[in-house]
């Protein structure tokens, strides 16, 4: 498989399984509504689980532009692979969006609530206020970015491999294909622990226990392209009694993760080279 459709399937898997908990616990009439926040923070983890354990062999499942720019900036990725990925991410996020969506179109119809239908496709802070929430989704995604590269290289040593796209595979034991520049066989390095397909539960844990410590104050986006996406199918379909998209705030979701990810790359590099000297 190709890992563009990787990226693409990952994420339309991420999405379909995250923002459908969403769903399913604020559309009204649904048998988990008012389940609260605990399932939907568990149900954002599973989805990251289920996204990277599809997606994991053949694209190394990174599913998130912010995961992608850090592997970029850490110098495994190309920029124009890169590129590929990210426009991967988007259009499987749009696709996830669509397919909740259509799975509860009549529980769309009958919540009154715009807010609720919107929250189903993309984030929004509980208290209106840009900087402090585009700090929120910058440290949420160093909390998610920085541990991804400890997880992967625990010893702090710097390599020539990504411990970004490695995270998803450092204890798996699976591999994935040769890209064709900027020597991606280093994005799927063989692994050496080979607990199987449980090596994809520390991400999803991290994305649970961020949700549950961090999510509160914003909606925990952490990923570009699974909030402006989604926000972008809810803009185009014509759901009944919607809200405008909040394009005003569709900026933070984006520029915070990408921001979370510079920091925690450089700050990566920094202890890497300490401990290297």
């Not at 649970?208 to 972008?232: E, K």
Request: net charge negative.
């Amino acid at each position: 498989m190709s890992p563009y459709l990787a990226e693409f399937i990952g994420t339309m898997l991420l999405i379909l399984f995250g923002n459908g908990v969403v769903a399913n616990v604020l559309l009204k009439r649904t048998k988990g509504n008012d389940a609260g926040w605990i399932v939907i923070s568990a149900g954002w983890g599973v989805a990251v689980y289920i996204g990277a354990f599809c997606s994991n062999e053949y694209s190394g499942a990174q599913l998130n532009p912010a995961v992608t720019v850090a592997t970029m900036l850490h110098g495994d990725l190309g920029y124009l692979v890169g590129a590929g990925y990210m426009l991967a991410q988007f259009f499987g996020a749009m696709t996830g969006a669509l397919l909740v969506y259509l799975f509860y179109r009549e529980h769309f119809t009958v919540t009154q609530d715009p807010d609720a239908k919107l929250a189903c496709f993309s984030t929004a802070p509980n208290i209106r206020q840009s900087g402090q929430a585009f700090f929120c989704e910058m440290v949420g995604t160093f909390a998610l970015i920085l541990p991804i590269f400890l997880i992967a290289s625990p010893t702090l040593v710097h390599e020539t491999k990504s411990p970004v796209a490695e995270t998803v595979t450092a204890v798996s034991g699976t591999g994935g294909p040769d890209t064709e520049a900027n020597d991606n066989k280093s994005l799927l390095p063989e692994s050496t622990l080979g607990l199987g397909s449980l090596g994809l539960l520390p991400v999803g844990l991290l994305v649970f226990g961020i949700g549950m410590s961090l999510g509160g104050t914003t909606g925990y986006a952490i990923n570009p392209a699974r909030d402006l996406g989604p926000r972008l199918i809810h803009a185009l379909l014509p759901i009944k009694g919607k809200r405008d998209s909040d394009w005003g705030y569709a900026w933070v979701p984006v520029a915070g993760p990408i921001a979370g990810a510079i920091l925690a790359t450089g700050v990566y590099k920094l202890l890497s080279m300490t401990v290297s000297s």
